[in-house]
């Protein structure tokens, strides 16, 4: 898994019909720290996330495939889960509730 920001949205005339109807969103690798680090890609959006979050990606096609249950699917990257926090040798580097203060 890849920690990850969420940086953007992508609206796309899909002609791969196992495509139609999922959310695509522009991640970008993060340090645990939030600094970029990577190139950004499109991930399939499994959790309901929305630009600025933190979250953790997979980026490998055959676990793509497997969590979305579609075999031939051409499917490599998938947000599949939020990131409350993230504490670095004893030190909280991030904590989304402090986003919203």
Same mark, same amino acid.
Do not use: W
């Given at each position: 898994?890849?920690?990850?920001?969420?940086?953007?949205?992508?609206?796309?005339?899909?002609?791969?019909?196992?495509?139609?109807?999922?959310?695509?969103?522009?991640?970008?690798?993060?340090?645990?720290?939030?600094?970029? @680090? !990577?190139? %950004?890609?499109?991930? &399939?959006?499994?959790?309901?996330? #929305?630009?600025? *979050?933190? /979250?953790?990606?997979?980026?490998?096609?055959?676990?793509?495939?497997?969590? @979305? !249950?579609? %075999?031939?699917?051409? &499917?490599?990257?998938?947000?599949? #889960?939020?990131? *409350?926090? /993230?504490?670095?040798?004893?030190?909280?580097?991030?904590?989304?509730?402090?986003?919203?203060?």
């Amino acid at each position: 898994m890849i920690l990850a920001q969420v940086v953007g949205t992508v609206v796309s005339t899909v002609a791969i019909e196992v495509l139609a109807g999922r959310t695509l969103l522009m991640v970008r690798p993060v340090t645990p720290t939030g600094e970029p @680090t !990577g190139k %950004a890609r499109i991930a &399939i959006d499994r959790m309901g996330a #929305g630009v600025g *979050d933190r /979250v953790l990606i997979i980026d490998e096609g055959n676990s793509g495939r497997q969590i @979305t !249950g579609v %075999a031939d699917a051409p &499917i490599k990257t998938l947000v599949v #889960g939020f990131v *409350d926090s /993230v504490e670095l040798e004893g030190t909280v580097v991030f904590d989304h509730r402090q986003l919203e203060a």
